[in-house]
């Protein structure tokens, strides 16, 4: 499974951006697609999943900000991150989880100025 990601860049607080992930092979077949970042110094964290049933995770940290999708006519998966925050600062990267096996993406770096 290959995941590669793109969408990252400079905004202002307040500002938004769309992340997309475009995978190599069909999105029904992956238990799970998700999105995490890490930020400098900090681990790795969870963003957005969602379930191979449909159903999705959002972190507080996000909820109501940022929306996971995913395209599966396209095998795309997709972050709309709205209303950004500086410490929303991070490189994003998209994973996802086949048969017990854990795949990622490069990462693709979002920073926010205040």
């Known amino acids: 499974v290959q995941l590669q990601a793109s969408g990252g860049g400079l905004v202002q607080a307040g500002g938004s951006l769309r992340l997309s992930c475009a995978a190599s092979?069909?999105?029904?077949?992956?238990?799970?697609v998700a999105w995490y970042r890490q930020a400098p110094g900090k681990q790795r964290e969870l963003v957005a999943l969602?379930?191979?049933?449909?159903?999705?995770y959002v972190a507080d940290s996000v909820k109501g900000r940022f929306i996971i999708s995913s395209d599966n006519a396209k095998n795309t998966l997709a972050l709309q991150m709205n209303s950004l925050k500086p410490e929303d600062t991070a490189v994003y990267y998209c994973?996802?989880?086949?048969?017990?096996?854990?795949?990622w993406g490069q990462g693709t770096l979002v920073t926010v100025s205040s």
């Open positions: 092979v069909n999105i029904f077949s992956l238990s799970t």
């Open positions: 969602i379930r191979s049933g449909g159903s999705t």
């Open positions: 994973g996802a989880n086949r048969m017990g096996f854990d795949y």
